[in-house]
């Protein structure tokens, strides 16, 4: 059981650091390239350079743990359902603690 | 919070600094809804133009294109179209004259008078929140993005939220109820998803505010009968098997398995992260791809303030996430979801949330320091993405290319020129002046013409065996377009 558990938990996660590492040469590439011949020069390096893309496909991909249509399709709507009113719950009894530790599951997902 | 009652702005006087800061904001909503607004995005896509044509078809004979005066109803290709955008569009050419400007101003017009209406909602909980509230609708990427387009959705959100604006001065000067119930009708004769959302949020109000309304017998038996002369007039345009083609073929009936699921999964996927902070709407036309419908940096903002509204008012609470439910409905209905231009109504509760998230932060005088470069740095993130990659990435999905292509053909003296593509049927309407344009069968081949002297205007993407007259680039310099003597 622990073993399906596990295999279920990592099947559906495809956003992790090393995805972001990979896609980010091409990342920059693609948005400097678009920018054309024309384009300042300082203002193409200040949009669109690695730390930008790192850090916005960082806070995506760790985001896209909890969003709704994930936790929905991963849990089903009941499994939704508790999740939300789990973080109510633990937010009006200020249980920060618990609240942190949920939160830290996307932040370990990334690192699979 | 100064606000006693939800958004609550009927006694509200609102002192002259704010109308200054007011329209200031105004103004800025104005400038970024009609900068290159004729330009940017490239070209009209098919709607704009569908809607061009129409109208400058009313204006030279009181006809809409298929020969019908004055239709409620407009017979466009695959749908019929909501008569008011196309109204308005004919106003503005005989103002502007037939260009692609004329299609876009009512959309620009009215997403800045949909600004000052967010101020009108929430200047009742004080004049901070509400300008906030203007200035993250002013630059928010969703409303932008449908206010610089021919999109009837973007008059019909404006029209909504005059509503519910007219609604709450009507709590006190009882005369404005009908000019709230003329917006709210109008709006749903602007866009299908105001047909679902117009009525079911109307209803919540009523019940709401019902005790508040105090309305003299006399005065109701005035306003259900100007109310029931308006609907009987409109009805036949309501239950018309014509205005519901569009959501028929695209219901979320054609979608196949167990309806629930697939009306709960839509219903779920306006929530989805990606679609409100990174993505957005997969339609290259509804967003910039790169970014979501909101900020990233909304995304706290409206946890905060959530829990900060739910704190201080379980009402305002309901009211905004009942406005977000509602407001999901159109595109849960659909078979497409996430859809940005359907759940546009959606803008406002989102926006509202963010504010009293930001009114939290900025009582701590560290966060401002941290809150405002961040909003600066992702607007200007918006706009060069806007004013720089939409032209060079996106414009084939705007129809970038055909304008020119079409103009050059029309005038040369070439006596006849072929057309494959039947989308591209109303940009001769709009663009040509002359009737030598052909539309070639889908089931005829492009390779078989027989026409000698005569031209073809094909994507480049279908090779040919003729002579390459011309090739026509697209805004990013890359050829969309070739243009080939027979």
């Known amino acids: 059981m622990g073993t399906r558990f596990t295999e279920f938990m990592i099947s559906d996660v495809t956003c992790t650091i090393a995805w972001i590492s990979q896609d980010l040469p091409h990342q920059v590439w693609e948005a400097q390239a678009a920018d054309g011949m024309g384009a300042y020069t300082w203002l193409t390096r200040f949009l669109h350079n690695k730390i930008m893309f790192w850090g916005s496909n960082l806070a995506r991909c760790y985001v896209s743990y909890l969003s709704p249509d994930y936790i929905a399709k991963k849990f089903t709507l009941v499994g939704l359902a508790v999740f939300l009113v789990t973080i109510w719950w633990l937010v009006s009894r200020k249980k920060y603690k618990w609240l942190a530790l949920i939160f830290l599951i996307p932040a370990i997902l990334l690192f699979l | ?486």
């Open chain 2, 1 to 486: 919070m100064a606000g006693a009652h939800i958004f609550d702005s009927s006694n509200t006087i609102i002192p002259m600094k704010s109308w200054t800061l007011l329209a200031i904001i105004g103004l800025l909503a104005f400038v970024l809804r009609v900068y290159q607004l004729g330009s940017i995005p490239p070209g009209l896509y098919s709607d704009e133009v569908s809607i061009a044509v129409n109208a400058k078809s009313i204006l030279l004979t009181g006809k809409d294109e298929w020969g019908k005066p004055f239709p409620v109803l407009f017979r466009a290709y695959g749908e019929y179209k909501l008569p008011v955008y196309i109204y308005l569009t004919a106003v503005l050419e005989k103002l502007l004259g037939y260009t692609d400007l004329a299609v876009r101003v009512p959309s620009a017009a009215a997403g800045t008078l949909a600004v000052i209406a967010a101020y009108m909602l929430i200047v009742g909980w004080g004049k901070k929140p509400a300008l906030l509230t203007a200035l993250f609708m002013t630059i928010s990427p969703w409303h932008l993005q449908f206010s610089r387009g021919g999109f009837e959705s973007s008059v019909a959100f404006s029209l909504t939220l005059w509503a519910a604006v007219f609604f709450l001065k009507g709590l006190v000067r009882h005369r404005y109820l009908a000019v709230a119930f003329v917006c709210a009708v109008t709006a749903t004769q602007t866009y299908l998803s105001a047909r679902v959302f117009v009525p079911l949020m109307a209803v919540m109000i009523v019940v709401i505010f019902w005790p508040k309304l105090r309305l003299s017998k006399k005065e109701l038996f005035s306003l259900a009968v100007f109310m029931f002369v308006i609907i009987a007039a409109l009805f036949s345009t309501y239950i018309s098997f014509e205005s519901s083609i569009r959501f028929q073929s695209q219901s979320v009936l054609t979608m196949g398995g167990n309806l629930l699921n697939n009306l709960t999964e839509n219903l779920i996927k306006n929530f989805s992260f990606d679609f409100l902070f990174f993505h957005g709407d997969p339609n290259p036309r509804h967003g910039l791809l790169v970014m979501g419908e909101l900020y990233y940096w909304q995304l706290p903002l409206i946890v905060i303030g959530g829990g900060y509204v739910f704190k201080k008012s379980k009402e305002l609470f309901a009211l905004l996430i009942a406005w977000l439910a509602i407001g999901s409905l159109p595109v849960a209905l659909s078979s497409v979801s996430p859809h940005a231009l359907r759940g546009l109504l959606m803008v406002f509760p989102w926006q509202a949330f963010s504010t009293f998230g930001a009114i939290c932060l900025l009582k701590m005088k560290t966060t401002k320091w941290i809150v405002a470069p961040m909003v600066a740095l992702f607007l200007i993130f918006y706009l060069h993405s806007y004013y720089v990659h939409i032209p060079s990435e996106l414009g084939k999905a705007w129809g970038d290319g055909i304008k020119q292509a079409v103009i050059f053909a029309d005038s040369s003296p070439v006596p006849r020129v072929y057309v494959q593509e039947k989308i591209l049927w109303p940009y001769f309407h709009w663009y040509a002046n002359n009737e030598k344009f052909i539309y070639v069968e889908g089931s005829r081949s492009l390779t078989d013409l027989k026409d000698p002297g005569a031209w073809l205007i094909a994507p480049v993407e279908i090779a040919l065996p003729y002579k390459t007259i011309r090739d026509v680039s697209y805004v990013s310099g890359d050829v969309g377009w070739k243009i080939y003597e027979l």
